[in-house]
């Protein structure tokens, strides 16, 4: 399996930004899939996806902000950011959870990314 994200970058606060993560060597459409982040503390989930779309679930930091869309005919799961503030800041992961629906339990998830830096400056 082989989850690579996409779309990092340094934005001003305000601004936007777009996240991809492309998926191989799993039935994606069977697996949730979901974002992660990392900054100085712990990871922490931001927005997660059911298999087939009908389940979806943010962060509280995030909703109304950020929002997440899956594209099972292309195998990719998008993460579109805005109202970016700098505690945005953080290394994103994309993850996958071949049982899950998308919820936010990070041991849920069996495979992850390389992770993709974002960076909001104030």
């Known amino acids: 399996v082989q989850l690579v994200e996409s779309g990092g970058g340094l934005v001003q606060a305000g601004g936007s930004l777009r996240l991809s993560c492309a998926a191989s060597g799993l039935t994606f459409s069977r697996n949730a899939m979901a974002w992660f982040r990392q900054g100085p503390g712990k990871r922490e989930f931001v927005a997660g996806i059911?298999?087939?779309?009908?389940?979806?679930y943010y962060a509280d930091a995030v909703k109304g902000r950020f929002t997440i869309v899956r594209d099972n005919a292309k195998n990719t799961v998008s993460l579109q950011m805005n109202s970016l503030k700098p505690e945005d800041t953080a290394v994103y992961y994309c993850?996958?959870?071949?049982?899950?629906?998308?919820?936010?339990?990070?041991?849920?998830?069996?495979?992850w990314g390389q992770g993709t830096q974002v960076t909001v400056s104030s």
């Open positions: 059911s298999g087939l779309g009908s389940r979806i």
């Open positions: 993850a996958a959870d071949p049982l899950g629906s998308g919820e936010g339990t990070t041991s849920r998830y069996d495979y």
